[in-house]
């Protein structure tokens, strides 16, 4: 598997000669499948490799919030109110969860925070697409969620220990959120008018393509698969988990009665697959680049954020000292 890996990586990787003893046992203990701790010794590369994954990873759970939050007052029912409530409130605390694994690996929260504001940070792609109608709640719920559970059930496996156990809860999490988005869409499909009905298939239209690029680049064109994949931080590819979240959710779609915006779309029993048409990599890029519908609003909620909420801090600290103080006394 190794050597296959420095055959074909897009980047080339250190073959287990060109290690040095450390590396090598590091590899051999990853080889093993015994988890990786905050206290072992790791090579920096694979250290910031964490870094940038587990910090990304936080900022879409935190950024995801937004999309979202933006109909908690639309909502139609008090049920469906509560429970959209629950989910974002969930996504602040996977967020949580992902920031204090990151610090393990001695990154300073307040430091990668401050790169999402300042836009060198990404985050996923997804959540700079709008959410236009009540049934993109229904829609983000079964595809947003569905398609970060099939990549992060993966991620319970990954190599280092403290990520590997934040996605297990996270993991379970997700698991209802993507339920209930269905079951709601299910109730607009079964028990909805026409109007509601066309609602969620424009959903469908508008976030079928974009929720498919949330697994990454192609790849061939993934620059940091092979050595994420060498080191099991990374346990499947991304074609190999966006071919899976195809074809568990076609006969979800099925079931719905509605459609995908892909004529290319077809089961080849050959494969034992679906068949996909070509995503738009174009406008995937033009989103990482910070030119999505949405980029910028986004980040500057979160700026705006950040300064409404500079007073809580201020007082916090100021209880906090004002407490030390008088134990110190
Ligand atoms: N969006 O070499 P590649 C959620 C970047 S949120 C933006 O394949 P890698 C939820 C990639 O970072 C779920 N950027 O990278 C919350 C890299 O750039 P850098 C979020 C993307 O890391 C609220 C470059 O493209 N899930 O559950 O090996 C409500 C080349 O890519 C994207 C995670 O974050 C993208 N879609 O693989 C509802 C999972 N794709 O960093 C739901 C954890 C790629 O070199 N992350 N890029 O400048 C991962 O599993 C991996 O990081 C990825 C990418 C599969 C996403």
Same mark, same amino acid.
């Given at each position: 598997?190794?050597?296959?890996?420095v055959?074909?990586?897009?980047?080339?990787?250190?073959?287990?000669?060109?290690?040095?003893a450390?590396?090598?046992a590091?590899?051999? *203990?990853?080889?093993?499948? &015994?988890?990786? =701790?905050?206290?072992?010794w790791?090579?920096d590369? +694979?250290?910031?490799t %964490?870094i940038r994954q587990i910090?990304?990873?936080?900022h879409?759970?935190?950024?995801?919030?937004?999309?979202?939050g933006?109909?908690?007052t639309?909502a139609?029912?008090l049920?469906?109110?509560l429970?959209l409530?629950?989910?974002?409130?969930?996504?602040a605390?996977?967020?949580?969860y992902?920031y204090?694994?990151?610090?393990?690996?001695?990154?300073?929260?307040?430091s990668e925070i401050?790169?999402?504001?300042?836009?060198?940070?990404?985050?996923?792609?997804?959540?700079?697409?709008?959410?236009?109608?009540?049934?993109?709640m229904?829609?983000v719920g079964?595809?947003?969620?569905?398609?970060?559970?099939?990549n992060?059930?993966?991620?319970?496996?990954?190599?280092?220990?403290?990520?590997s *156990?934040a996605?297990?809860? &996270?993991?379970? =999490?997700?698991s209802?959120?993507?339920?209930q988005? +269905?079951?709601?869409l %299910?109730?607009?499909?079964?028990?909805g008018?026409q109007?509601?009905?066309?609602?969620?298939?424009?959903?469908?239209?508008?976030?079928?393509?974009p929720a498919?690029m949330m697994?990454?680049?192609?790849?061939?064109?993934s620059?940091?698969s092979?050595?994420?994949?060498?080191?099991k931080?990374?346990?499947?590819?991304?074609?190999?988990?966006?071919q899976?979240?195809i074809?568990?959710?076609?006969p979800q779609?099925?079931?719905l009665?509605?459609?995908?915006?892909?004529?290319?779309?077809?089961?080849n029993?050959?494969?034992?697959?679906?068949?996909?048409?070509?995503i738009?990599?174009?406008?995937?890029?033009e989103?990482?680049?910070?030119?999505?519908p949405?980029n910028?609003?986004r980040?500057a909620t979160?700026?705006?954020? &950040?300064?409404?909420g500079?007073w809580?801090?201020?007082a916090?600290?100021?209880h906090?000292?004002?407490?030390?103080?008088?134990?110190a006394?």
């Amino acid at each position: 598997m190794y050597a296959q890996l420095v055959e074909t990586g897009v980047k080339r990787l250190k073959s287990l000669d060109e290690m040095s003893a450390q590396e090598r046992a590091f590899q051999q *203990r990853i080889d093993d499948e &015994i988890k990786i =701790e905050a206290k072992n010794w790791m090579p920096d590369a +694979y250290r910031q490799t %964490l870094i940038r994954q587990i910090s990304q990873h936080a900022h879409s759970e935190i950024v995801g919030m937004l999309p979202e939050g933006n109909w908690v007052t639309r909502a139609p029912t008090l049920k469906r109110k509560l429970q959209l409530m629950a989910k974002i409130q969930d996504e602040a605390g996977h967020g949580l969860y992902l920031y204090s694994a990151m610090e393990t690996l001695g990154a300073d929260r307040d430091s990668e925070i401050a790169k999402l504001h300042n836009g060198k940070a990404k985050y996923s792609s997804i959540f700079n697409y709008p959410t236009l109608s009540w049934a993109d709640m229904g829609v983000v719920g079964w595809l947003v969620d569905g398609a970060a559970i099939v990549n992060q059930v993966v991620l319970q496996r990954t190599s280092y220990g403290p990520y590997s *156990r934040a996605m297990i809860r &996270i993991c379970k =999490e997700e698991s209802f959120h993507q339920r209930q988005g +269905y079951e709601m869409l %299910l109730t607009m499909m079964r028990h909805g008018t026409q109007v509601q009905k066309d609602m969620v298939q424009d959903a469908i239209n508008r976030l079928w393509w974009p929720a498919l690029m949330m697994f990454g680049p192609s790849d061939e064109h993934s620059p940091n698969s092979a050595q994420s994949m060498a080191w099991k931080i990374k346990r499947q590819s991304n074609d190999e988990l966006r071919q899976r979240f195809i074809d568990q959710t076609i006969p979800q779609l099925e079931l719905l009665g509605c459609s995908v915006p892909d004529p290319a779309l077809k089961w080849n029993a050959e494969r034992g697959h679906y068949d996909f048409g070509e995503i738009q990599w174009d406008e995937f890029y033009e989103v990482l680049k910070g030119n999505g519908p949405c980029n910028q609003e986004r980040v500057a909620t979160r700026r705006q954020a &950040i300064e409404d909420g500079a007073w809580v801090r201020a007082a916090a600290v100021a209880h906090a000292r004002k407490k030390h103080n008088k134990i110190a006394a």
